[in-house]
């Protein structure tokens, strides 16, 4: 890695990041959750706000606490006195200052946040939206329904499911792998539950072995149609994937990737031919800036990108990416953006489209809202030249 740039406060007509806000905030579900490994009830998102002339950009990222403490004591030196026009230069000096902590994972997650902000910054001080910004692709991004959870009954499943389609949903996802020999009669209620022109996926986040993988990818695809099979084994197993994905039947994809870090991963994904879609998610992998990276490297790959999650976040990123294919609609992430901003997409016809006349992600957060949910004190720290 070279080293990092000696100067990295140009002089430029944009004004400087002079302050830097963090919150921690903890919202509980709306009823347990599970998949094929973890059960959880609340889900924990790190918000920061960073300050230049009179705008303020906001990212965030979903990740434990420690993060927060991770983005005051080592990535702020790097933020506050800075040029928010020059964002790689600062993507580029984070990745550097975190290298003997080790960059997957807490530390990817807390540089995600900071260039999530810096972009909604940069975007807001040219009145822009910022898939404007980067350039728009498309006018709107198709999504799926997401949740499905295995903690759920399949009266539960069923509702949430012709929830989205009521509101023109074309795919939907559930939950598999916490009880193999149960999943095939829940696939099965949730394609009743939909009906047979919407498409249907499944996520296994990495529960089955390879070959019950094999064995129920080919149940899943027979008996209720279902076109997307996500981490069938874990991700880390790349030569595995590639095996189960060309053996599972014609016309369902495998899907992986949402674990991803740093480029090098997911390059390392599509050289392995692990994935007919690939997986990315900007709250973990570096930000907008690394999501970027990843796309391009779908293009060079000729695979489709899916944008995992956070689709306030996300919506702007599919309209200027011309890789993704869809977005995540996660239940517990449109709930919580929808509590904690004002500005978070709604859902019409299967779709979400950015609103030009908000710059930046179009989102402001909810004082109230983060009172209500904060885990720890804020923290504020400001320029000292």
């Not at 002339?53 to 990222?61: D, K, S």
């Not at 944008?307 to 200027?320: E, R, V």
């Amino acid at each position: 890695m070279r080293s990092a740039p000696q100067d990295t406060r140009r002089e430029s007509d944009f004004p400087i990041v002079d302050r830097l806000r963090i919150w921690v905030c903890t919202v509980p579900t709306d009823a347990p959750e599970s998949d094929g490994t973890l059960q959880w009830d609340s889900t924990t998102v790190i918000l920061l706000a960073l300050r230049a002339g009179n705008r303020e950009g906001i990212g965030y990222t979903y990740t434990h606490a420690a993060a927060a403490s991770l983005i005051q004591d080592k990535l702020a030196a790097y933020l506050l006195g800075s040029n928010p026009d020059c964002i790689p230069e600062s993507w580029y000096n984070m990745r550097i200052a975190v290298r003997n902590l080790g960059q997957p994972g807490l530390a990817a997650s807390a540089i995600s946040a900071v260039d999530n902000a810096l972009w909604d910054l940069k975007a807001k001080l040219l009145d822009l939206s910022v898939s404007q910004l980067w350039g728009s692709f498309r006018a709107s991004a198709s999504i799926y329904g997401s949740g499905g959870f295995t903690s759920y009954s399949h009266a539960q499943l069923s509702e949430q499911l012709n929830g989205w389609v009521s509101q023109g949903a074309r795919a939907v996802k559930i939950k598999v792998g916490r009880s193999p020999e149960h999943d095939p009669s829940r696939v099965a209620a949730a394609r009743q539950a939909i009906g047979d022109t919407v498409r249907l996926f499944v996520d296994a986040n990495g529960a089955y072995e390879s070959k019950q993988a094999l064995e129920l990818g080919a149940v899943f695809a027979e008996k209720s149609n279902v076109s997307w099979f996500e981490e069938p084994v874990t991700s880390d197993a790349l030569e595995t994937l590639r095996f189960i994905r060309g053996r599972l039947p014609l016309g369902m994809e495998l899907s992986a990737g949402e674990y991803g870090y740093t480029p090098a991963y997911f390059r390392k994904m599509l050289e392995n031919g692990a994935v007919d879609v690939l997986q990315a998610d900007a709250t973990r992998c570096l930000g907008c800036t690394g999501f970027f990276h990843v796309a391009s490297l779908c293009e060079a790959f000729h695979v489709p990108l899916s944008a995992h999650t956070a689709p306030a976040l996300h919506l702007h990123l599919a309209c200027a990416a011309p890789a993704v294919r869809n977005i995540e609609w996660f239940h517990d992430h449109v709930r919580i953006e929808q509590m904690l901003f004002d500005g978070a997409p709604r859902l019409v016809d299967g779709a979400v489209k950015p609103d030009s006349s908000r710059p930046g992600f179009g989102l402001d957060l909810k004082p109230d809202m983060l009172r209500r949910f904060q885990s720890r004190e804020s923290v504020t720290v400001e320029y000292s030249a």
